[in-house]
């Protein structure tokens, strides 16, 4: 199935084209107007599924530790060390208490290692569509997801054909992508699949980037990764009663080298089981004191997830790397506008 012509490869990091080139090129007026359509059509969707969109905060006190060697940047708040959003998931949790299925297009601030600055999917400023639903399993979070993921997709192919065109992709082929159920897989079995392939994957980690992309090579369609192992996930991934050692999360990897899309949980939420796993990271509780305080009294069951904005516009694109799909990229390690 071939969906796209070849385009030019990625500039190296520090050749990143100026503000001027870029936002006269053609081809980001596409992506542009690609992911304006993908946004409206998550929005429709997320709507009728009965979800409220907020506005969640841009910093504040603490916020999501689990970044894969990522940095925080922070802020001096009237004399009081606050952070930039790495993610909203925290206030994603906390929002449930007002309405029971939530969404928000949410900018993130993440200071990536400088080596991400060569994988093609990695920007140190993004927006992600984030979503939370109370009472969900993470089998419900990864349906809305699928969902999600081809109705936006569908919108695009239904209202961006020139778009499309312009960038050389085949909205057909797009459309049988997403219409098949995106398979599941264990973490164990991806794991174990790599290995086989050769690559030395780690068991009990994090899918490292470059085996991600190989085995998004590989793929002829999105499929989730499921069931990664405790220890490889933030404090807030709830760890399986029947599986001990096993979290209740996913990822949804794209095709076509794109890698990781989306990550997502059933969350943790009961107080005293968020403490432990705090301490089993090492993360100190008191730092999360509005977010305890909250438990203490409370937090509904959920479940939930965020979709990389840039990397799902990428993907859908063809475009050969994340920075193309914004208006204003920022990579580690260069200084841009």
Not at 44 to 69: C, K, N, Q, W, Y
Not at 292 to 306: C, E, K, N
Request: with cysteine; proline share 7%.
């Amino acid at each position: 199935m071939t969906l796209q012509t070849a385009l030019p490869s990625a500039p190296e990091a520090a050749a990143l084209p100026s503000p001027l080139e870029h936002l006269r090129d053609p081809r980001t007026h596409a992506a542009l107007r690609i992911q304006q359509a993908l946004v409206a059509g998550a929005r429709s969707f997320l709507r009728s599924d009965g979800a409220v969109e907020m506005a969640h905060p841009v910093i504040g006190p603490v916020t999501d530790p689990g970044s894969r060697g990522a940095k925080q940047v922070d802020v001096d708040y009237y004399g009081h060390r606050y952070k930039l959003m790495t993610s909203a998931i925290l206030y994603k949790q906390a929002s449930l208490l007002a309405f029971d299925r939530i969404f928000l297009v949410a900018p993130n601030v993440r200071l990536e290692p400088v080596e991400t600055s060569s994988t093609h999917r990695h920007l140190t400023e993004f927006r992600q569509i984030d979503v939370e639903y109370a009472g969900a399993t993470r089998d419900d979070a990864m349906g809305v997801a699928e969902q999600l993921v081809r109705h936006a997709v569908t919108t695009v192919v239904d209202e961006c054909g020139d778009d499309l065109a312009v960038l050389g992709r085949d909205p057909d082929a797009l459309r049988r992508l997403v219409a098949r159920p995106f398979a599941r897989v264990p973490h164990g079995e991806v794991v174990d699949g790599l290995r086989r392939d050769g690559y030395p994957q780690a068991a009990g980690t994090e899918i490292e980037w470059e085996a991600e992309e190989r085995i998004s090579r590989q793929a002829d369609a999105p499929f989730f990764i499921v069931g990664y192992p405790k220890g490889s996930r933030g404090f807030y991934d709830k760890e399986s009663a029947t599986e001990p050692g096993t979290l209740l999360n996913f990822d949804l990897i794209a095709p076509e080298g794109c890698g990781e899309l989306c990550s997502g949980s059933e969350r943790e939420y009961d107080y005293a089981a968020l403490v432990t796993r705090m301490r089993e990271t090492g993360e100190n509780p008191s730092k999360y004191a509005w977010y305890l305080d909250v438990a203490r009294h409370g937090i509904p069951s959920s479940a939930g997830f965020g979709i990389g904005l840039e990397r799902l516009t990428r993907w859908v694109t063809g475009l050969d790397s994340v920075w193309r799909a914004t208006a204003f990229p920022k990579i580690a390690g260069v200084v841009s506008p």
